[in-house]
């Protein structure tokens, strides 16, 4: 008996969509407002769910992309971090050649000095006539 009421609402639920498309009333178009009236909010408060930061969810497309460049991101750090470290090494390496430069450098420069110096205490010691500045 309830098979029959349900069935008997049906057949005039069809029927009277029958007869509004006959009348030009689109059905569509009530349905799609029943739509947005009922499950459309849902699916806005789905999707805001399941935003970050403010942004929508990936696409599996878009999540594709990002970790390709996200790869290719991190192969450049390793690649940028060895040339660091073998520049680093090397560097290291010559540091105490730099140093020896540097000291023998300095030195060569004081001993010119102290030349330069002893030259000056000569000359005067022989000509009485020369000025200091």
Do not use: W
């Not at 805001?48 to 696409?59: F, H, I, N, R, S």
């Not at 290291?92 to 000056?120: G, H, N, W």
Request: include cysteine.
């Amino acid at each position: 008996m309830e098979n029959l009421t349900e069935l008997e609402e049906e057949k005039k639920e069809a029927e009277q969509d029958i007869r509004n498309v006959e009348a030009g009333t689109p059905f569509f178009f009530r349905s799609c407002g029943f739509f947005l009236q009922n499950f459309l909010p849902l699916l806005i408060a789905e999707l805001k769910a399941l935003m970050v930061d403010g942004e929508k969810p990936k696409t599996d497309k878009q999540m594709r992309e990002y970790m390709h460049t996200l790869a290719a991101k991190t192969n450049q750090y390793k690649q940028s971090k060895a040339e660091l470290q073998v520049f680093c090494m090397q560097f290291l390496a010559i540091l105490p050649t730099f140093r020896l430069l540097i000291k023998y450098t300095c030195q060569a420069s004081r001993d010119e000095v102290q030349v330069l110096m002893r030259t000056e205490e000569l000359l005067r010691s022989r000509v009485d006539n020369i000025e200091v500045s």
